[in-house]
């Protein structure tokens, strides 16, 4: 699959929401015993809600992705889901940050319904998102695994410094 796909096939980006939405529900559902009563009985609003969060994020970052100016980038580097290279006009797509952001579109729709994924690293501070520690990181990886699998045809890893001459996008 790649990027041009997704553009254009409606029911190619509806079996990748499916996948990233399956695999964040598997990992929380681990979770169900230590949430007893808390837990949502019904799984499908849930699923639901993340699914037009994550769809609407993949189609920001397509929407984003002009002609063949852009790379995807599978390395981990500045922090940012996007940059552009002024010399060369070269939009680089972070897949790792891009992970995040559907995480976090997963915390966004716990945060609605006030629950917290126990994990061994939490502390008790009341900053700590939803889904955090090893939780938020085996959620990020799986995420991350199925768009680079997904956009293995058109993602690079690119190694380098972010430039001066590079902005946020």
């Keep these: 699959m790649s ?18 939405v399956n695999a964040s529900w598997d990992l929380l559902i681990t979770k169900e015993p230590a949430l007893g009563d808390n837990w949502p009985k019904d799984h499908k609003p849930f ?21 063949k100016d852009y790379v995807l980038d599978t390395g981990f580097y500045n922090g940012h889901l ?20 559907l995480v976090d579109d997963a915390d966004d729709i716990l945060e609605e319904v006030s629950i917290s994924i126990p994990d061994e690293d939490r502390t008790g501070d ?18 991350e695994g199925i768009l680079k699998e997904t956009f293995a045809d058109d993602a690079k890893e690119i190694r380098y410094e972010m430039e001066n001459n590079d902005k946020e996008l």
């Design 3 to 20: 990027v041009e796909s997704l553009k254009n096939s409606e029911i190619e980006l509806d079996a990748l929401v499916d996948k990233i």
């Design 82 to 101: 996007a940059t552009l290279t002024e010399e060369s006009g070269i939009q680089h797509f972070n897949i790792h940050e891009l992970s995040g952001i």
């Design 47 to 67: 699923k639901k809600n993340l699914a037009e969060l994550v769809k609407a994020d993949i189609n920001e970052v397509i929407s984003r992705l002009k002609d």
């Design 126 to 143: 009341e900053g700590e998102s939803r889904i955090y520690g090893m939780t938020y990181g085996y959620m990020q990886d799986e995420i």
